[in-house]
């Protein structure tokens, strides 16, 4: 009986303070492996599963199957990020520890607590504005994208004009659906975001 209590404090101390997403005891990949042995990416993990959750229960269900294949399509590309970041590639990072919390970083933004557009949807005009506001998934990103640019109006204005252009021919296009106008915010947040630090 002692023996098995002082078993069961050595695997509590021997755990890590934070959970992961997934349980740790069954980590199989050795990026499942780095984010178990790091307990700031740990708690990193364990707050984008919980993000998800939450903006995924938060879209309507034909969303919801675009917002699970991007997170599958996020988990694949984790892999190949963390090996970049092992080797140094992101440079912009001081340490691999930092650029692999910088990529979880960006991840949440894109799945930050829910988000409205950025303008009066009421008063919806164009075929990009009823586009967006026709979508809570893109609702969520316009939202996303006005606050991350408010602090660098000043020197990103015409920039943000421009790709607003750029958005607004994509996105009248009737081939452009939900998931792709999706896939063009997503890029502008990891730009804004490049550009936040």
Not at 73 to 80: D, G, I, N
Not at 84 to 94: I, L
Not at 153 to 160: A, G, L, M, S, T
């Amino acid at each position: 009986m002692k023996y098995n209590l002082l078993a069961v404090i050595a695997l509590i101390i021997s755990m890590p303070l934070t959970a992961a997403s997934f349980d740790c005891r069954k980590a199989g990949t050795s990026v499942e492996h780095t984010i178990c042995d790091d307990s700031a990416l740990s708690k990193a993990d364990s707050k984008l599963g919980k993000a998800y959750s939450r903006l995924r229960r938060a879209l309507p269900r034909s969303e919801r199957r675009i917002l699970k294949k991007d997170q599958r399509k996020w988990l694949k590309e984790r892999k190949s990020a963390f090996t970049a970041c092992a080797r140094g590639v992101e440079g912009e990072w001081t340490n691999t520890a930092m650029c692999y919390l910088g990529y979880y970083e960006n991840r949440l933004k894109q799945l930050s607590p829910l988000k409205n557009a950025s303008f009066n949807c009421r008063k919806a005009a164009t075929k990009t504005e009823k586009k967006i506001c026709g979508s809570r998934l893109l609702r969520h990103a316009d939202g996303i994208v006005a606050k991350l640019y408010k602090p660098l109006r000043k020197e990103f204005k015409n920039d943000q004009r421009n790709w607003i252009t750029s958005r607004n021919a994509e996105l009248s296009r009737s081939s452009c659906n939900v998931e792709c106008a999706w896939e063009l915010y997503k890029d502008r947040i990891n730009t804004l975001l490049h550009y936040s630090f």
